[in-house]
Structure formats: structure tokens, C-alpha cells
């Protein structure tokens, strides 16, 4: 058959070589100048590829349409991801969380592997090339038009990825090809995404570690995560931040703003419960009476934060150690325990790491990606409906759904 892949990104150039591999004749079109520019910046440059894990645990870092993706991950595992690539001549380690990157460190290994394995069995790939739309006749798809040129063909894969880092391609023209021929796109907004936060001057680069932050909207607990966070000149980021924003969709507008009063409270001791932070404040009032509270502070948290816990808790900074009453000591604890952030909403949607929404996932077949509205066209990747935590996961989906067409067309 003829094929035509919209999109050389991680998903696009897997499923064209799966397919081109196949005895399948397959042309690729990429609007940019090179392949995988998304997938080249993935990972900060070093591209977490996978998680090494087990399918269910694969499973339970998926945020949205979980069930969805259940016959695609099992028919291209992250263990069968690992082999693919090795086989390709890409050395891989995995490190902690079980992220796998290449043992270069370097993306550009993983870009080239995608490209030769394409370009190997016989796919072409036109670069600097739009598609503009995709014609059917009588239900199924016949042909591509681009900004160049019209492609007659039998199958169309729609791998174009989602609207988060526009400056790489990613700008929705796979969600306006796909509306186009009558599918329902749910409102694309970011996930794993920095929280835009207010009072957080002077704490910018500030990075706390083993930490237990937790978003609250409408005095609810929404979701509460443990490990490393960051400050930013107008908000928190960092890998529990990034995990967090992907959870709060439910309480947030199409723009990301949330709707509901929210605050992130963040926990600097959650290893100490409530008593056992008292006595060790105790302590230190004891052993040093005549320092000041925010020099006291500095024994348990980062000189810039102690002038922010203690003014939520109303404590003068210049007030000696053995001036802080017991009520005030309370109040302190409290506010080590749930040091509180007033959240406004998400970062811009083109900072996100991966877009939440796309092609509403009921109008495609989980077994093989193909479109349930029009034959022969099929859908892969951040395009779809899909999303999950930082570790791999994201890429896994690319991966994992391009390998689902492979298999229907081999």
C-alpha cells in the first residue's frame, strides 16, 4: 500500500520505518528542515526515551485515557522499546526512577536512529513540506494535498504531536486535519507544565529537595506529591511541580487559570511529624536563646525561605529566640509543616512538556490507532487524548501507539 506519514517526530518516523519495513511504500511530511526537533530537546538533550518498568506500572503514570492505551502498551512494551533501540545500534543505561536514556547522553543518538531506520527500509521523507489536507473518497482516505504537492495513497498517519513547544513544529495542524474530517478534538491545554504562584520574590533558583508538596482548590486536597521542587521568577517547577500541574486540569480554564481559590502547600519537614518538630525548635531556642528567628530558621531551611515562613506565621524577624511564645512556636510549626503559595494557574501552554487533550480517544480503535470516522486514516502520539507523568512515559505512548499501526499493516 501507499502510505503517507504526517510528522517526523518520535512517533512518525517509528511508524514509518514499522511500516516501510513492512513492504509498504511510505513518504513522510515534515514542515521542518530536519527530523525530531521536539525529541532532540526531550530530556534537556539527553532524551528519556522509557521508563524501564512493568507494563502496569507503565499503566498507573498514565494521567489521561489509561484503558485506552492498555492493547498498545502490551504489544510494544517498554522492555521491547529498550530492544528496539539497542538493536539499533543505540547503547542505553537506565538511571534513577528507572528513566532510560542513551548512554551518550545524547538525543541526537536517538533522532538518527529514527531517521536511518526509515531512510534503511526505503521511506522517504520530504522536508519543509505542509500538509494542508487529507481527501477521501467514499469514507477512506485517497490522498494528501501538501504546500507542494498531492500524494495518492491508501493510509494516512497523523503524527504531527500537540501545540507544547511550538517553536519545534508542534503548532496543532494534527488536531485541525483531524477536526476537518468530522473528530471531536478535546480543548489542548499543558501538562507538566510549571504553576504560575504568588509570593515567591526572592526565592527564584531557589531548589528544595525531599519535600512534600500538596495543590489545594476550593479547600480541597487535589493531589500531593514527594521529592524535588524548584522556584521561578513567578511560580514552582520542578519534577513533583511538573507531575502536580498534569492532575489539576479539573479546576482549571481552557487558558490554565485555575477557577477555584488554590494555594500549593508544601511540607519542608514531612519526615518530622508535628511534635517532633516542636521539640527540635525547642531545642535550638534552648541551646541558642539570643539569635534572632530568622537566624534560628537557618538550621532548618534554606536562608531565603525563612523570612517567608515567618511572616506567614506573623513572627517578627528581628524577635530574639527565647521572645517566641508557645502559641507563636505552634504557629511556626505550622507553617514549616504547610508553608502555603496562593496559585493563580498553569505556565503558557507552549512551556508545557506535553499537551493535555487532543483527538477525542472514542473515536479511535485502541487496537491499531485507526480512525473509527474514516478508514485508513490513523492517529498516533500527543496528537491523540493522551498523556502521563515525566520518566519516559510520554515517549513510551509515541512509541507504543506508532508500533500498534506497524502491527495492523504488517
Known sequence: ????????????????????????????????????????????????????????????????????LTSAIYGFTPADCMEFFEKLGVRLKVERGDRVFPVSDKSGD?????????????????????????????????????????YPCDVVVIACGGVTYPVT???????RLAKKLGHRIVAPSAALVPLLAKGVDGLQGLSLKNVSAEVVADE?????QFGEMLFTHNGVSGPIILTLSSL????????????????????????????????RILREINSTPKVSAK??????????????????????????????????RESLVSAVKGLKFPLTGKDKIEFGIVTQGGVDVSQINPKDMQSRTVAGLYIVGETLDVDAFTGGFNLQIAFCTARAVVRALS
Open 295 to 328: 537566624t534560628l530558621l537557618y538550621t532548618l531551611m534554606p536562608r531565603a525561605l525563612a523570612p517567608v515562613v515567618l511572616a506567614q506565621c506573623d513572627i517578627r524577624e528581628d524577635v530574639k529566640a527565647c521572645e517566641i511564645s508557645k502559641k507563636q
Open 169 to 175: 513544529g508542534s503548532t496543532g495542524d494534527g488536531y
Open 248 to 279: 489539576v486540569g479539573a479546576y482549571c480554564d481552557e487558558k490554565g487559570a485555575f477557577v477555584k481559590t488554590a494555594f500549593l502547600k508544601v511540607d519542608l519537614k514531612p519526615a518530622l511529624d508535628r511534635d517532633t518538630l516542636d521539640a
Open 110 to 150: 536517538i533522532v538518527k536512529a529514527l531517521e536511518k531506520y526509515a531512510l534503511s527500509n526505503g521511506a522517504e521523507i520530504r522536508y519543509c513540506e505542509s500538509a494542508k489536507d487529507i481527501k477521501c473518497d467514499q469514507g477512506r482516505v485517497s490522498a494528501v494535498a501538501t504546500d507542494k504537492d498531492v
Open 1 to 68: 500500500m501507499k502510505a503517507v506519514v504526517i510528522g517526523a517526530g518520535a512517533s512518525g518516523l517509528m511508524c514509518a520505518g514499522g511500516l516501510a519495513e513492512a513492504g509498504h511504500e511510505v513518504v513522510v511530511i515534515e514542515k521542518n528542515d530536519r527530523p525530531g526537533k521536539k525529541l532532540f530537546i526531550t530530556g534537556k538533550g539527553r532524551c528519556n526515551l522509557t521508563n524501564a518498568c512493568d507494563v502496569r506500572t507503565f499503566l498507573d503514570n498514565v494521567v489521561t485515557n489509561r484503558k485506552f
Open 220 to 224: 480541597k486536597s487535589v493531589a500531593s
